[in-house]
C-alpha cells in the first residue's frame, strides 16, 4: 500500500507571503486556457467570424470572476446551506476553503451570457469556442486536490497496487482510493482528448458544449463512486453522493442540448 507524500501545502514563501501549490494549479489552469483558446481562435471555422485574441483575454477575465464567485457560492449553498444562512460573514472567507465545481459552472455559464451580451455574440457559440480549453484546468486543480492531500477516495482493497493511505484522514491506516488522480485522468485528461478532437471540425452550434456537459457529468458521477463522500452530507437517496446528484442534471441538460443543436442543424441544411 502506497502512503500519501504529505506535501507541503506551501510551495514557497516570499517574506512574509506564502504561495500555496493549490493557487499554483488555479494559475497553471489559466495558463493552458490561454494557450488552448489561442489555438481555437485561430481555426478558420472561428477566425473566419472574427474571433481574436483579444476575446480570449476577455473571456478569461469573465471566467475567473464566474469561477470564483460561482464556485464559493456554490460550495456554500450547495453543500452547506444551513451553516452559511446563519453565518453570512463567512461566505467570504475564502482563505479558509471551500470551492464546489458545480457552482463554479453555474458561476461560468452566467459569466460566458454576459460575455456575449456584451460583444453581440450568442451564448453557445462562446461556450462551443472555450468548452475544449476547461478540462485541462479541470485536471490541473484536482492535482493541487492530492498535493493537499484533501478530497481523497472511499476504501480499496489494500492489494490494489495503487491503493494509496492519507495518514490526514479520521482512519487514515486504512488503504483508500487516490481519487483525484481518477478525476484528473477522467474529468480532465481523457475529456480534454474527446473534446479536442470532437472540436477539430465545424459543428453545428450548441453541440460542442452539449457533450461537454454529458461527458463531464458522466465522468463525475463515475467518479463519485470512488471518491469519499463529504463527511458533513453522506450518502443521499439511491446512495448516491451529491457530487453524483448534481452532476445527473448536467447529463441531462447536455443531452438535450446536444439533441436540439443536432435537430436545429438539420432543419436548416
Not at 497553471?28 to 490561454?34: D, M, S
Not at 455574440?121 to 478540462?135: M, N, T
Not at 490526514?168 to 477522467?186: E, F, K, T, V, W
Not at 448536467?250 to 443531452?255: A, P, R, V
Request: glycine share 12%; net charge positive.
Amino acid at each position: 500500500m502506497l502512503v500519501h507524500p504529505q506535501f507541503d501545502p506551501i510551495a514557497l514563501r516570499l517574506g512574509p507571503l506564502a504561495v500555496h501549490w493549490y493557487g499554483i494549479t488555479y494559475l497553471i489552469a489559466f495558463g493552458l486556457f490561454l494557450w488552448l483558446a489561442g489555438k481555437r481562435v485561430g481555426q478558420p471555422q472561428h477566425a473566419a467570424v472574427g474571433w481574436t485574441r483579444r476575446d480570449v483575454d476577455d473571456v478569461l477575465f469573465y471566467g475567473v470572476l464566474g469561477v470564483v464567485l460561482g464556485g464559493r457560492l456554490g460550495y456554500c449553498f450547495l453543500y452547506k446551506p444551513d451553516y452559511y444562512l446563519h453565518n453570512l460573514a463567512e461566505v467570504f472567507a475564502v482563505w479558509k476553503g471551500g470551492m464546489a465545481f458545480h457552482g463554479g459552472l453555474l458561476g461560468v455559464l452566467l459569466a460566458l451570457w454576459w460575455f456575449g451580451r456584451r460583444r453581440g455574440r450568442g451564448f453557445f457559440e462562446v461556450a462551443d469556442l472555450i468548452a475544449p480549453c476547461v478540462p485541462t484546468g479541470i485536471m490541473a486543480v484536482r492535482l493541487g486536490n492530492f498535493i493537499n492531500g484533501e478530497l481523497w477516495g472511499r476504501p480499496a482493497p489494500a492489494d490494489l497496487p495503487w491503493a494509496m493511505m492519507f495518514p490526514q484522514a479520521a482512519d487514515g491506516g486504512i488503504a483508500r482510493h487516490p481519487s483525484q488522480l481518477y478525476q484528473a485522468m477522467g474529468e480532465g485528461l481523457l475529456l480534454f482528448v474527446i473534446l479536442w478532437l470532437y472540436a477539430r471540425k465545424p459543428r453545428a452550434t450548441g453541440q460542442i458544449s452539449g457533450v461537454f456537459m454529458m461527458g463531464y457529468g458522466t465522468l463525475r458521477f463515475v467518479a463519485e463512486y470512488f471518491r469519499e463522500p463529504d463527511d458533513f452530507l453522506g450518502l443521499r437517496a439511491l446512495n448516491w453522493s451529491q457530487g453524483q446528484w448534481l452532476s445527473l442534471p448536467m447529463i441531462l441538460t447536455g443531452l438535450a442540448i446536444f439533441l436540439w443543436a443536432t435537430r436545429r442543424n438539420l432543419r436548416s441544411a
